[in-house]
């Protein structure tokens, strides 16, 4: 569509494997060629953050027993 420009980044899981995606469209006059770069690495931050955050958390070890 001409006008509008879109960018994108993949959510990861921990193989590696796409799972997801985070995506920011809008008009050319807002998305242009200046702000590509920080727009690019917003969203991949955007992304590691929701991969992070999707990650199974490991509950801490028992380090004390009783008898």
Same mark, same amino acid.
């Given at each position: 569509?001409?006008?509008?420009?879109?960018?994108?980044?993949?959510?990861?899981?921990?193989?590696?494997?796409?799972? &997801? /995606?985070?995506? %920011?469209?809008?008009?050319? *006059?807002?998305?242009? $060629?200046?702000? &590509? /770069?920080?727009? %690019?690495?917003?969203?991949? *931050?955007?992304?590691? $953050?929701?991969?992070?955050?999707?990650?199974?958390?490991?509950?801490?070890?028992?380090?004390?027993?009783?008898?």
């Amino acid at each position: 569509m001409l006008g509008v420009r879109c960018y994108a980044a993949p959510i990861l899981n921990q193989q590696r494997e796409p799972v &997801a /995606a985070i995506s %920011v469209s809008g008009p050319t *006059a807002r998305l242009t $060629d200046e702000n &590509a /770069a920080q727009m %690019v690495i917003a969203i991949r *931050a955007a992304a590691q $953050d929701v991969a992070n955050r999707l990650q199974p958390q490991v509950p801490a070890c028992q380090t004390s027993v009783s008898f």
